[in-house]
């Protein structure tokens, strides 16, 4: 249903690990993706909201995004719609994790133009390894 990662849509920085964004207002969520994340030799930033992600989205580019869906003031569908709108951020994949059990229905095939997976919490460590491998294979490809 989602679209697959493709090398031409992923930044191209030579050598450099991967950049990534933990959207999420849980700090515990944060802390626990974040110490696994650590096992990949990535670079890890936080944001507690939508908005704080537009900021840091703003100042910095990103390789991929792990995204909440509820969290305050600027949530996590809208947060998608900031990012599918904006031709300088549409190119970034992003991991939806979240608690919800029934996300199909928010997404549509054929409006899905991001790179977008979803994975349920608690999530699963052997998945975001295999998505981490596929983004740093398909990096590597396009240096």
């Keep these: ?9 992923l930044s191209n920085y030579n050598n450099q690990p991967l950049s990534v964004l933990i959207v999420d207002d849980s700090r515990l969520s944060q802390a626990v993706l974040a110490r696994h994340l650590q096992r990949h030799h990535v670079t890890v930033e936080k ?10 989205l703003m100042q910095k580019s990103y390789d991929l995004i792990f995204l909440d869906l509820h969290m305050p003031n600027i949530n996590g569908f809208q947060l998608l719609q900031c990012l599918a ?14 608690s919800l059990s029934e996300l199909t229905h928010h997404f549509s095939p054929s409006a899905n133009k991001q ?29």
Aim: proline content about 6%.
């Design 115 to 143: 790179n977008v997976w979803l994975l349920p919490k608690p999530f699963n460590a052997e998945k975001i390894d295999k998505y981490i491998q596929q983004i740093k294979s398909n990096k590597k490809n396009c240096s």
């Design 85 to 98: 709108d904006n031709p300088q951020w549409i190119h970034i994949p992003i991991i939806i994790i979240s």
């Design 47 to 56: 944001a507690n909201s939508g908005t704080e992600a537009l900021s840091h």
């Design 1 to 9: 249903m989602f679209t697959a990662l493709h090398s031409n849509q």
